[in-house]
């Protein structure tokens, strides 16, 4: 029946059947949630991951990555004296194995010799040198995304993780103030799945936003969406490029007036001269004059060599932009879509090389690199980057490449203000800007929430009452980068 005030309609109540009874749900299986998820399940908890894709991996799944890489922050060091602790030890435990899997998985890593799979078994990092022509950037995506996900689901299956896919996250199950367990809508109909903790993994802190716990909006998201072209030329792409390396100043300051937002961080490569004159020509023609309607920043501009006759690229939209804002980021999809299908068109008519390109794979979804997260116990900032902050607390040090500071990142970030029963990981967790998401951090993020949950559920706990020492110990045990040896030392885990 429709209420007095007819923009709203009353639901009504009904029975939902009990699909799974299980210890730990995760809610999303992204970067962080899948990690979560496989940590549960190794420490003994009945563990369930729901994800609205059929396949799981989020940014570095389906997503296919988008920008930086599987291990951006773990290449060894020229500098003997770099005491940057990422880079030093690794991520610990399940993240290194998890990292160590898809290098193994990658296409002729039946190349890698005995001595450096010695080293990466033993130091986890990235072998100086050692590449394999496929991994790290946008020559990797393609087939990293891929592998990360099968990756994932194997070692999901050894870890006992039932996986429940194109599965769509609805309402929290809810006893007062405590989260128990998840609604869920699938092909089936609506299911409920009753846990003893949740685990937020949204990327968006939808669970906790609808359980009632304060979250937090960041409205300068920066999104982008990954897509790969076949069909190209590329001796005489690169030809044309050598013998157009130079826009000339009116180019420029047409591409000045016209262009806003070409180089933001959302387009970090956007602008590629040599390609400026033929934009121009196609613009004023009509023939390609696409500007965001949502947020700045156009389409890429600029051409990334995947591996022979293949090429890809990015869009971006940067700004103030509500991505909660379900009808906006609607419009951001399709505006994406739209701008790719366009661009893949004016290569193929004006640019030498891409006369017989195509469109090969569109991510299904748009990266973001934040938007709505947890106002948790303690909510990470930049202020505790740029103080370089230490806790109690700490569940890994968060080393930021750009400032060259680092600070902790504590469990409390994890733990809703009022609200039990819930843990929130990934970009649930924490805001954008610092780099706080990037994926090494994920990674030991849901690792470190995966274990905390399985703790409250072998000590019938609340997240907010665990003994921390116990969660920190195992994490020291299992080598994650906790902290530098003489603090382990001064907070009693060494």
């Not at 004006?350 to 569109?362: A, H, M």
């Not at 690199?369 to 116990?377: P, Q, S, T």
């Amino acid at each position: 029946m429709a209420d007095a005030d007819q923009s709203y309609v009353d639901e009504p109540g009904k029975r939902v059947p009990v699909a799974y009874e299980a210890d730990v749900v995760v809610a999303g299986a992204g970067i962080a949630g899948t990690i979560a998820a496989i940590a549960a399940g190794r420490h003994g908890a009945k563990t369930i991951i729901v994800d609205r894709f059929g396949q799981i991996g989020g940014n570095m799944g389906p997503g296919m990555f988008a920008g930086g890489s599987l291990h951006f922050a773990l290449k060894n060091q020229s500098d003997a004296d770099d005491t940057e602790l990422l880079n030093r030890t690794g991520m610990g435990s399940i993240a290194d194995e998890f990292h160590r899997r898809v290098i193994f998985g990658r296409p002729n890593a039946d190349r890698i010799t005995p001595e450096v799979r010695r080293q990466l078994e033993q130091t986890h990092h990235n072998v100086s040198g050692y590449t394999m022509g496929s991994g790290g950037g946008s020559p990797g995506y393609l087939v990293d995304s891929q592998i990360s996900s099968a990756v994932a689901l194997e070692m999901m299956d050894e870890a006992g993780v039932e996986t429940l896919m194109s599965v769509y996250v609805s309402d929290p199950i809810m006893v007062g103030h405590r989260v128990c367990g998840l609604f869920v809508e699938t092909i089936s109909g609506r299911w409920a799945l009753r846990s003893k903790i949740v685990i937020d993994a949204t990327g968006q802190a939808d669970v906790a936003m609808r359980a009632g716990a304060p979250v937090l909006q960041q409205m300068v998201p920066n999104m982008g969406l990954w897509y790969s072209l076949g069909g190209v030329d590329w001796d005489r792409y690169e030809q044309f490029c050598s013998e157009n390396e130079q826009a000339n100043e009116d180019d420029l300051a047409w591409a000045r007036r016209t262009l806003p937002g070409a180089r933001s961080e959302a387009d970090p490569a956007a602008g590629d001269n040599h390609l400026l004159p033929l934009i121009r020509k196609a613009w004023e023609a009509n023939e390609f004059k696409y500007k965001r309607q949502v947020g700045t920043g156009i389409i890429h501009i600029a051409i990334r060599r995947i591996t022979d006759g293949m090429a890809g690229g990015r869009t971006g939209t940067a700004g103030e932009i509500d991505v909660a804002d379900a009808k906006i980021y609607s419009q951001m999809e399709r505006e994406h879509r739209g701008h790719i299908y366009q661009w893949a068109r004016f290569l193929r008519k004006y640019v030498p090389g891409f006369e017989d390109s195509y469109i090969l794979v569109v991510a299904p979804f748009l990266g973001s690199r934040g938007g709505r997260y947890m106002d948790g116990v303690h909510t990470a900032s930049r202020e505790d980057m740029e103080t370089e902050r230490q806790f109690d607390d700490v569940l890994y040090e968060y080393n930021d490449r750009r400032s060259q500071k680092n600070c902790d990142v504590p469990y409390r970030t994890l733990v809703p203000q009022r609200i039990d029963g819930l843990l929130a990981c990934g970009r649930s967790s924490v805001p954008y800007g610092p780099n706080f998401r990037m994926r090494s951090n994920m990674l030991m993020n849901g690792q470190a929430a995966g274990i905390a949950a399985s703790l409250c559920v072998n000590e019938n706990v609340e997240p907010r009452d665990l003994d921390v020492r116990k969660l920190q110990k195992i994490l020291v045990d299992l080598d994650c980068p906790v902290a530098e040896d003489e603090r382990l030392v001064g907070l009693g885990l060494k």
